[in-house]
């Protein structure tokens, strides 16, 4: 994961080219996903491009979409994918790093995401990798045709994370997983 800087880069120009550009929180939705990407950009208050560690092959993109440094609290912003990797691979790796930047770089006390409450295989996942689902948001993402979908709110606290982080790792030690987070390269 490397983190993008600048209003527009290379790698989110990619994604918006991107045939296969899928949106990983949400069901299906009649709105057009490059339109989506480019909204969602501007409300993302921190965003990382996913590369494939040998090749530099773009993934997807994802980040956090709200910190709240005096609340101590990190929202993940939607995960983007180009689909050239199985969708919960990639959640797990992206939901591990994404949680350790949280509580290891911006040192939350709370990391939160919302998913569509749908998609019961990628809530499942989450709950698998250390994630509490709190709720259910009625009509939280909104449809221009359909109706609007519900949304779980899954959360982890910082008292949580060093067990969390042993469970997540536990998770992913069966997958050859390259992705790191730019502190984890040898100096």
């Known amino acids: 994961m490397t983190r993008i800087t600048g209003a527009e880069s290379s790698r989110a120009r990619q994604l918006r080219e991107a045939a296969m550009l899928r949106r ?9 996903n490059t339109a989506c990407l480019a909204a969602a950009r501007d409300q993302v208050d921190t965003a990382f491009a996913i590369a494939a560690a040998g090749s530099g092959d773009l993934l997807g993109v994802s980040g956090f979409g709200a910190i709240d440094r005096h609340e101590k609290r990190a929202t993940f912003a939607p995960i983007w994918t180009v ?10 790796h992206v939901a591990h790093l994404m949680t350790r930047y ?14 569509d409450w749908r998609l019961r295989r990628m809530l499942d996942l989450y709950v698998d990798l250390g994630f509490r689902c709190e709720g259910r948001l009625r009509a939280y993402f909104a449809a221009d045709a359909d109706p609007s979908a519900d949304a779980a709110v899954l959360s982890m606290v910082r008292s949580e994370w060093p067990s969390v982080v042993r469970r997540q790792r536990a998770v992913l030690a069966g997958e050859t997983w390259r992705y790191r987070l730019p502190s984890d390269r040898p100096p």
């Open 24 to 32: 990983l929180d949400r069901g299906t939705s009649d709105r057009p």
């Open 83 to 92: 689909g050239r990797l199985n969708e919960a691979v990639l959640v797990s």
């Open 102 to 115: 949280a509580f290891e770089a911006l040192e939350v006390e709370r990391a939160e995401l919302h998913l």
